[in-house]
Every structure is written in structure tokens, then in C-alpha cells.
């Protein structure tokens, strides 16, 4: 008989575990579905309290969509501040600033001064009232009441311009323009407006009201070269801050807006219009009453005569203090933070340099629709002589010329020809072809549309062809233009160019973006025969004790070879057929070897002129600050005439040296005359342009006309060998060429 499990125990006792399990589960579904829906009516009733219509459930909809777009908003916003709060990620932002530093030009001769002095800053507590009172009623009424950015002052202002079709009031806050003098620059940008406003806030919560203020007044730029107003007040009016009068004052706070407009050196009626607009404002604001000004409206404030001071050298002061900040960041200047400064300026062709670019936009601007300019002259070691950053300081302080990011045009093929020279597969006489090619879509273009065929290559970089440039960038490369361009690229950065450089099609064109200091840079390479360098301005750098801590020669960083000189051989001797048969001719100089090239971007928008001679490398650019098109402004137009007049100067009373690979030219200089007392034959020099032979020619035509007086006219031989002579003690150079006539 078999053996029955169902009938077991145990068998019966897991039977009823697991129907009892079965059970319990249906049991717990059920009542967990009863609960479930009893809590969704409870929800439900509960949420019918809330139920809304007409226009109750409107404004409910709008504040929910408010609410989402304020999630949304703020996160955008945390985005945007993000590179407003990484200027200030270093604990001494301030302290950065708090420099003093008092410049000389390469002569010995002060000609400005940058940081604040410890011991010249005016507490703010030692200021009269009325001082304090004309800056708030006229840059910052509700100052006190704002947490760095004032919508009502904004909207106002936007009102009266409103009104008066124009910019007449700006929003800014005293705080806003603080921010802007200690982080940012003056680039009329919607990103520089951004980052404005975020440091606004930023400082006003961790700086107090009277701190604010306090660096506003010791920062702010004034005119006549001061920064902060006690240095203004000492320079108008001959005394400090503390002393002003009411109308001394009023004539202060009115220059925070429009300093070289409103300048009492400059524009006294104007100066003495705006003083009594500040005064006006007092009144308004509540300050004073209406008798309290009528002395100071009747007796408006007078500056000291100042007589023929020469403007300082605004531009290259700023920076050549960037670069003492950043040599005092790196610990190379001790602990001290009064510093003596021998700049390499040369003060005489700063003033010439900046009187050429502001007579050739005044003169010829209009015609071609330029508004600004800019120029950078420099020594082939990267000693920076001269800085012109735009066509007014005062208007704008944006440097131009140092921060400025422009597309270079055609002044970027010598790194295109001189990579083609390393690659070994071309010289200059290689026969290039100036004919159509597209890469993919991209179909380049010469400038005025024709195409000139088979030609020597350097005929090509003289006439600034633009399919030969793209067609080396392909040769370049093997075949792969992109190959081709990275090698171009890393030639640039060879050279010194920090520009981002993005690879695009068109590169080879000068497309990419450069700064007039980058292109600077890059042609001191060529002009020392492929040396990188780094520009500078700081010579010697001695401490508050006049202790000598930093020399150039010993400390500055040493120019490094990059670049075969023979290939630099070659570049130069094709940028000469720039200068001498090609677009740059407007920019020779009589007896002097140039080489350099133009440059010219689309619809106009800028226009180069870089050149170089063995003393010498000079950058000028022009265009507008808006990127509005000139009208048909090449490189080979103003920018290289420009060029030829700031450079003339220059070259003059210097000793020449030869461009790497070239000599000198002595028969192209200009002519000097001897004449014999007996109005005989003329003697013709070819003078060498440096000062000694001026003064010995002029020496020797002296000594001629008081021999020929006493004993008759000089023979030939004896001119001759005047002429020799002179050729010997005055020129360290070959003799010049002796003609007769």
C-alpha cells in the first residue's frame, strides 16, 4: 500500500500556511485599494477648496507661469554672473590696484603717474560737505538708497532720452562705474554691461557706502592725466581737495561724465556751463537753497594756467601699469609697493603719433567714415616706444591698440608665405598661379575680381592676391587645406600671436580676429631675423628708496629663435615688394628699407597697414568701434600714409640698421647741398638721417662758404674730399654717393 503525503501532517500544516499567506496578501490589495481611494476623495476635496475661475484662476495661471520663469530666469542668471565673479575670485582684488607707481620716458623725464599714493589719498570724512553733495546730486542722487543697480534712476533715464531723442542722462549707478574702473575696461558691449551690473551688486555687499565712494573719488579718471579727485584738484586748481571752494567743486564733479569735454584746461566756458548744471542739481537734490550758489554762479571757479603742458601718454601709461601689476603679482618686485618706472616711451613720438592719427581722422575721416584709429610703434627687441589706443583718451579709455580684436585681412599672409618658405617646397621666385579655386562651397576672391596667372611668388604677396594665399594653404598641407592652416596657425603662435586663432576656411585671409599689439609682435620676428619676443615697456623699475630691483636687460625674458633667418631672409625681401612695387607704396621712406604689408577686410570694416624697418616695427589700424563700414578704406590708403609719417619722424636722427638679409640703401636718402661761395657747381649729399650728419654737413658748409670768402671759390678736389670727410666722421655707416651737378 502506497504511502499518502496529503494525508501528513506536515503536509497539511504548509497547505494552510501558504492559503493562509494567500489570503493575507488578497486581504492587504484590497484594503490598500479602499485606503487608496479614500485618501484620493480626502485630496480631492481638499484641492476643491482651491478651485478658481474667471479671473481669480487667471492671476492663479500668470503667478505659476511667473513663478517657472523665475526658476528659469534665476538660473540664467547665475549663468551670466559667472564670469562677472571670477574677476573677483582673488582675496585682493583691491590690493592689486593699490599701486603707486610714477613713470619716465626713456630719457629720464616724468611723464605720469598710475596707482594711488599711500600717503595722498584724502579720507572721505576730511572732504567738505559740498564736494561729496555736487558728485551725488549729479552722477547718483539715490545712492544711498540702491543696492548697486537703480532701476528707477534707469527708467528715468530712459524717459529723458527718450524725450530728447538722444543719449542725455546715462542709468549707471556710482557703484556700476566703480565696478567698471576696477575690473573691466571701457568696450561699449552688451556682455562689459553685464558684468557691470553683477560687480554692482557684488560690491555692495561686501564694501560699505562710504567704502564705495571713498574708491570712486580716488579712481575715477579726471582729465589733464589724473585719476581720482584730489590728484584733479592739485592739477586744476593748485591745492588739495580739502580746500575747494563750492565752485572749485561744482567744476570737479562735473567732469566724472565727459572729463576731456567739460576739462577747464581744455574748454573753460564749457567747464564753467557744466559747474553751474552741477550747482543747479545741488539745489534740486535738496543740498543747498537757490542763495547758497548765487556767490558760486557769479564767481565760477578759475584753473591754474598750465600753459603748454604736453597731454600725458594716457594710453601707454595704462598699459605699461599692466604690466608692473603683473610683475608685482609674480613676487618680482619685493614687497614694496611705490615703484620708479623707465619706460622705453619715446615721448616725442607718442605726441607725434597721436597728432598724426587725430589730423588724418579730422582731415580725411569724414571721407572714408572712420572714426577711430590706433598705432604701436616698437623697437625689433619688443621695447615699446609709442601707443596710440584711439583718437581720444578722455572720450573712451578703451585701448584699441593693446585690447582691441580686429580681423587683420591680408596683414596676416606674411605668416602664411613664411610657413610656405619653411616647408621647403617654395622660395620667393617659385611660380605661383593666381587662378580660381573653391574649397567645397567656399569660392575666394582677389580684390577688384581678375585673376593675373603664373607669376613669381613674391609678385603675389606684392599684390596681395588672395586665391595664391588659399592655394598655399592647400600646398601647405599636402593636399589638406585644414592640415595646411594648422600649420599656419601654430606659425603665428610661433612667432608671439595669442589670439584664439579658430581654424576657418578662410585664415589664410586674415578672417581670425588679432589685436594691433598681436601683429606688432608677430613682425618684430621678422624684423630681428625670427626672434620671438615679448613687448614691454618697463626698462628699469627702482623701489621707494631708489633702489634698482628690476632691469630688462637682466630680469625681462630674452628673445628666443624660432625661425630659421633664412627663411626671414626671404620674407623680407618680399615685403619690400610690398612697400616698393606693390600696395604699400604710400609707406616708403626716402633712403630707409621698408617692408611690411597692407591689409583690408570685408565691406571695409578695417584697414592695416604693418610694417618694419631694421630700427623700427609700426602697426596702424582704423576702422570704427561699432563695426560700421568704412567707405572703401584699404591698408594702402590712410593706414600706410599714416604709417610713413609717424615712422619719418622716427627714423630721424637715429642710426640706420639693415633689415635681416638686406643692406642698407644710402643712394635713396634725401639730398642735402653745398654750394661754393663763388656760385659755382652745386655739391649733392645723400644724407643717412641721423642727427651727426646734419650737423657736420652743416658744419662743413660753414667751414666752406668762410674759406671761399677769404680765398675764392673751392676747386672740385677740395669738395671732393669735404665731402669724403664728412662721409667718414659723421656717418657710421657705408659713404654716402656723391654727385655732381
Known amino acids: 500500500m502506497a504511502y499518502d503525503f496529503r494525508k501528513a501532517r506536515w503536509f497539511r500544516a504548509i497547505r494552510n500556511a501558504l492559503l493562509g499567506l494567500d489570503s493575507w496578501i488578497d486581504s492587504t490589495f484590497y484594503s490598500l485599494g479602499v485606503d487608496t481611494a479614500e485618501l484620493w476623495r480626502s485630496y480631492a476635496g481638499f484641492t476643491e477648496r482651491f478651485h478658481v475661475r474667471g479671473a481669480t484662476r487667471a492671476a492663479v495661471e500668470i503667478a505659476c507661469e511667473g513663478l517657472t520663469l523665475g526658476v528659469f530666469g534665476g538660473m540664467v542668471l547665475v549663468v551670466l554672473a559667472q564670469p562677472a565673479f571670477r574677476l573677483t575670485a582673488s582675496g585682493d582684488w583691491l590690493k592689486k590696484t593699490d599701486l603707486a607707481v610714477t613713470f619716465q620716458d626713456r630719457y629720464g623725464k616724468e611723464v605720469g603717474r598710475r596707482g594711488i599714493l599711500h600717503d595722498d589719498a584724502v579720507p572721505l570724512d576730511q572732504y567738505p560737505d559740498y564736494v561729496v553733495q555736487a558728485v551725488l546730486s549729479t552722477e547718483d542722487r539715490r545712492f544711498y538708497d540702491h543696492w548697486g543697480v537703480d532701476p528707477i534712476g534707469l527708467l528715468r533715464a530712459f524717459t529723458v532720452n527718450a524725450r530728447s531723442s538722444g543719449v542725455v542722462q546715462g542709468g549707471s549707478t556710482l557703484t556700476q562705474q566703480l565696478a567698471k574702473n576696477l575690473f573691466l575696461s571701457n568696450e561699449r558691449t552688451l556682455t562689459r554691461k553685464i558684468n557691470e551690473a553683477f560687480l554692482a551688486f557684488w560690491l555692495e555687499s561686501h564694501l560699505t557706502k562710504k567704502e564705495i565712494l571713498q574708491l570712486y573719488l580716488d579712481r575715477a579718471y579726471m582729465g589733464g592725466g589724473t585719476f581720482g579727485i584730489q590728484a584733479a584738484a592739485q592739477f586744476y586748481f593748485g591745492r588739495s581737495i580739502k580746500d575747494v571752494t563750492l565752485a572749485q567743486a561744482a567744476m570737479l564733479a562735473g567732469l566724472f561724465k565727459a572729463p576731456t569735454k567739460f576739462a577747464p584746461h581744455v574748454n573753460l566756458p564749457a567747464a564753467r556751463a557744466r559747474a553751474n548744471d552741477v550747482l543747479n542739481n545741488m539745489v534740486v537734490a535738496g543740498y543747498l537753497r537757490e542763495n547758497q550758489i548765487a556767490d558760486a554762479l ?170 595664391v594665399a588659399v592655394r598655399l594653404s592647400v600646398a601647405i598641407g599636402d593636399g589638406d587645406a585644414k592640415k595646411g592652416r594648422a600649420r599656419i596657425i601654430a606659425t603665428a603662435r610661433r612667432l608671439g600671436v595669442t589670439a584664439p586663432l579658430p581654424d576657418t576656411q578662410s585664415l589664410p585671409l586674415g578672417a581670425d580676429e588679432v589685436s594691433p599689439m598681436d601683429q606688432a609682435t608677430g613682425y618684430s620676428a621678422f624684423a630681428n631675423g625670427g626672434k620671438r619676443v615679448k613687448p614691454y615697456a618697463a626698462m628699469e623699475i627702482y623701489n621707494s628708496r631708489g633702489e634698482l630691483i628690476y632691469s630688462h636687460d637682466r630680469d625681462g625674458e630674452k628673445p628666443v629663435q624660432v625661425v630659421d633667418p633664412r627663411y626671414i631672409n626671404e620674407l623680407v625681401f618680399m615685403m619690400t615688394q610690398v612697400v616698393e612695387q606693390g600696395t604699400g607704396r604710400r609707406a616708403q621712406l626716402d633712403g630707409i628699407k621698408v617692408a611690411g604689408k597692407t591689409g583690408t577686410t570685408n565691406e571695409y570694416k578695417d584697414a592695416w597697414f604693418c610694417g618694419y624697418t631694421g630700427n623700427f616695427v609700426g602697426i596702424v589700424w582704423y576702422g570704427n568701434d561699432d563695426d560700421q563700414p568704412m567707405e572703401k578704406m584699404t591698408g594702402g590708403s590712410l593706414p600706410a600714409a599714416t604709417w610713413h609719417d609717424i615712422m619719418a619722424f622716427a627714423h630721424s636722427g637715429v642710426d640706420l640698421k639693415p633689415l635681416p638679409g638686406l643692406p642698407l640703401l644710402a643712394e635713396q636718402g634725401p639730398v642735402a647741398q653745398l654750394t661754393d661761395s663763388g656760385g659755382g657747381q652745386t655739391l649733392k649729399v645723400r644724407e643717412q638721417l641721423t642727427r651727426k650728419s646734419s650737423q657736420a654737413l652743416g658744419t662743413i658748409e660753414n667751414l666752406m662758404k668762410s674759406v671761399g670768402e677769404k680765398h675764392g671759390a673751392l676747386d672740385l678736389a677740395q669738395r671732393r674730399y669735404a665731402a669724403a670727410e664728412l662721409s667718414t666722421i659723421a656717418i657710421r655707416r657705408p659713404p654716402p654717393i656723391v654727385n655732381l651737378r
Open 298 to 467: 557769479r564767481n565760477p571757479a578759475s584753473p591754474v594756467d598750465r600753459g603748454s603742458e604736453a597731454a600725458p601718454p594716457d594710453w601707454y601709461l595704462d598699459w605699461a601699469f599692466d604690466e608692473i601689476k603683473a610683475l608685482a603679482d609674480a613676487g618680482k618686485l619685493g614687497r614694496d609697493r611705490v615703484f620708479t618706472v623707465r619706460a622705453a616711451l619715446d615721448s616725442a613720438l607718442q605726441r607725434k603719433a597721436e597728432e598724426t592719427i587725430d589730423q588724418m581722422l579730422r582731415e580725411s575721416g569724414p571721407g572714408f567714415n572712420a572714426h577711430q584709429g590706433a598705432a604701436i610703434v616698437l623697437e625689433p627687441d619688443g621695447a615699446v616706444r609709442t601707443i596710440v589706443g584711439g583718437r581720444d583718451y578722455a572720450a573712451s579709455q578703451f585701448n584699441r591698440a593693446t585690447d582691441a580684436q580686429r580681423q587683420p585681412g591680408s596683414s596676416f599672409k606674411p605668416y602664411v608665405y613664411l610657413t610656405a618658405l619653411m616647408s621647403g617646397k617654395f622660395t620667393p621666385d617659385t611660380t605661383v598661379v593666381d587662378a580660381p579655386i573653391c574649397l567645397g562651397n567656399w569660392c575666394p576672391r582677389n580684390y577688384g575680381g581678375s585673376y593675373k596667372g603664373a607669376m613669381p611668388m613674391w609678385n603675389a604677396l606684392a599684390h596681395s592676391l588672395n586665391t
